[in-house]
């Protein structure tokens, strides 16, 4: 594969400087977009739940893009600058650029494949719900599924059907996936596989070699999205999409002798 390599180490090799660029004028432009206009470009650029009116296909490319505020982009581009330089000076630009690219798409396949089940289950709920309403499982179902909103108390079994089916179409146009987190997972992914005694200090403080930083991450990851804490607005699963993706896709290398 012919690649740009940097002559010497570069600090800020040219695909994580220009991610690092696109990422805060986007980050930028949505703010002044929204305060200026009352415009929500998060609404138009995140990606949303495929079976949403609100749903694009170029958002499984624009919602890495976006961020929800300073400490979210702030340690998604630290992260990248951190590990992404290492990756990019070690495999070339075109080759990192497609990998962070493919973890992010990834990422976002797994979101989706994630909210299927998740809204797929609360139609089944909804479905034996209203073959035989029953005020008293109103509150249950709401409050299980639709934690957060607020909803009036239903006069009637009718009244209380029609509620849940508007809370659950209000939910799936609602939900939003933005962040470069999935693909910044498969890049400290990469990293932890391609410099696995590189020694990395949590907090600046905590010495620990980077295959068993990323082993604990993932670990912490994987029992957050398990635990499904309601009050959790976290896309777990999509960041160990992104480690997986990037896991395969490392390995396909090896197996091709291109890495």
Same mark, same amino acid.
């Given at each position: ?48 739940? +495929? ?13 890495? +893009? ?6 979210? %982009? ?5 992260? @990248? ?15 990192? @650029? ?19 089940? &998740? ?31 607020? &909803? ?11 509620? @849940? ?29 391609? +410099? ?15 295959? &068993?930083?990323?082993? %604990?991450?993932?670990? %912490? ?23 997986? +993706? ?5 390995? &396909? ?7």
């Amino acid at each position: 594969m012919n690649d740009y390599r940097p002559p010497r180490f570069a600090l800020f090799p040219p695909v994580v400087k220009n991610l690092l660029i696109a990422n805060v004028l986007f980050f930028i432009a949505t703010l002044v977009i929204q305060n200026t206009y009352r415009y929500d470009l998060t609404n138009l650029l995140g990606l949303h739940y +495929f079976m949403s009116a609100d749903f694009k296909p170029y958002q499984i490319i624009t919602y890495m +893009f976006m961020h929800g505020g300073f400490l979210h %982009i702030f340690f998604n581009m630290f992260a @990248l600058w951190m590990f992404g330089n290492m990756l990019e000076n070690y495999w070339g630009s075109k080759r990192f @650029l497609l990998f962070y690219l493919i973890c992010g798409i990834g990422a976002a396949f797994t979101q989706e494949i994630t909210q299927y089940i &998740y809204f797929h289950g609360i139609e089944n709920a909804l479905s034996i719900y209203d073959a035989s309403p029953n005020l008293n499982d109103f509150s249950m179902l709401a409050d299980k599924y639709f934690t957060g909103f607020r &909803y009036p108390q239903p006069a009637s079994t009718s009244e209380a059907v029609m509620i @849940l089916q508007k809370l659950y179409q209000l939910k799936m146009d609602m939900s939003v996936t933005i962040g470069a987190s999935g693909a910044i997972f498969g890049v400290l992914l990469a990293f932890g596989m391609l +410099f696995p005694n590189t020694l990395l200090y949590v907090y600046f403080a905590i010495p620990i070699k980077a295959k &068993y930083f990323v082993i %604990i991450y993932g670990l %912490i990851e994987l029992y957050s999205a398990i635990s499904a804490n309601p009050s959790d607005n976290i896309a777990h699963f999509a960041h160990l999409g992104g480690m997986v +993706f990037g896991f395969f896709l490392i390995l &396909y290398w090896k197996q091709k002798k291109t890495l």
